[in-house]
């Protein structure tokens, strides 16, 4: 198929004056609070080409002639660096980030919140950064007893809250969006389009197995107002090893136990990374499910994607590498684990 590149300036196509000087572009797709950014490399011999004008803003369309052309994100220009390396071609690169992650999100900030949801919660904080929210449905309705934003920006305050509640946060197309981590699905609570990827047709792929030793339970302790005492949750994972023990208590039992099922599900997720790199799909999209298949034994199954990064060059196929994460294991994946509170 053929492959089509727009970075659009208003309604101008940059890349029609960027064609005769065009090396290779490069757009990375992360989960959580990391920058996407896009980034590209022209031929700068004699240095003919201008610098970028600082925080503009562009928006980049990829996509195949044959099944049509999506836009991939909206960027402002930010640093740039040009030079030449052993008598190579000199080359000027522009890197752009994702235009959300600027101003207001970055911002520091003083409220507190008694008795409020999740979701009403990021909503205020969203609202701050001059953002929507948009929120997994098993997220919005935990109810915490109390909430404390310390001169902390917009985006560390919702990734920390929300991190709490086994969530991860992630800024993008004017929304402060919150995903369940490791499941798979949107902010909506639905499926994202599975990656699909096999050995034949494959252009690359490596994955480390971690041995690392399974947890039998991870321990989260919370200060019970009623007796004045500290006391502990206990969630059991099904599996052999020694106990996890959640640093600092938390401020009620429901608190605890979310901790202790968030932190599970990230140990988890430790026992396996790698990437693959396979043709580009303008339909994947970082936290979506990857299905691996024809690989051989550790490597066959379900991974889930952390980050995508897709680069064209000129007179080359497109290809997007994929990183992944071993799935997480646990009562909401198909294994088998419980919590219990103890005194």
């Known amino acids: 198929m053929t492959p089509i590149l727009r970075i659009m300036r208003g309604d101008v196509d940059l890349m029609e004056r960027m064609a005769p000087y065009f090396v290779c ?3 990375t797709d992360c989960v959580g609070d990391e920058n996407d950014e896009f980034e590209v490399e022209l031929d700068d011999d004699a240095r003919q080409i201008p610098l970028p004008i600082e925080d503009e803003l562009v928006t980049v369309c990829a996509g195949y002639r044959e099944t049509g052309v999506s836009m991939i994100g909206v960027f402002r220009a930010g640093p740039w660096e040009t030079g030449c390396e052993h008598n190579g071609p000199e ?9 959300t992650l600027s101003g207001e999100i970055k911002a520091g900030g003083l409220k507190h919140w008694d008795n409020a949801k999740l979701g009403a919660i990021l909503e205020d904080t969203a609202k701050a950064a001059g953002l929507a929210l948009a929120i997994h449905p098993s997220l919005a309705g935990v109810m915490l007893p109390y909430a404390l934003r310390w001169e902390a920006s917009p985006i560390d305050f919702a990734t920390r809250l929300a991190a709490e509640a086994g969530g991860i946060v992630k800024p993008a197309g004017g929304r402060l969006v919150v995903t369940k981590r490791g499941s798979g699905q949107g902010a909506d609570g639905s499926e994202l389009p599975p990656i699909r990827v096999t050995r034949w047709g494959n252009s690359g792929w490596r994955i480390k197995g971690e041995p690392r030793p399974r ?8 200060h019970d107002p009623k007796t004045g005492k500290r006391k502990s949750i206990r969630y059991a994972t099904g599996h052999k090893g020694p106990v996890h023990t959640v640093l600092h208590a938390r401020a009620s039992k429901d608190e605890a136990q979310r901790a202790a099922e968030a932190r599970a599900r990230e140990l988890s997720m430790l026992t396996g990374s790698g990437h693959f790199t396979a043709p580009y799909d303008p339909a994947w999209s970082a936290g979506a ?18 980050s995508i990064s897709t680069t064209w060059a000129k007179g080359q196929p497109v290809l997007s590498t994929i990183e992944v994460q ?5 009562k909401d994946d198909g294994g088998s684990s419980g919590g219990k509170g103890s005194g």
């Open 25 to 27: 572009a490069t757009y």
């Open 289 to 306: 499910k990857v299905i691996a298949s024809g690989f051989g034994d550790g490597i066959d199954g379900e991974w889930c994607s952390t």
């Open 215 to 222: 947890h039998s339970a991870v321990v989260a302790t919370y």
């Open 91 to 99: 080359t000027i690169t522009i890197t752009c980030r994702a235009a």
């Open 326 to 330: 071993a799935k997480p294991e646990g």
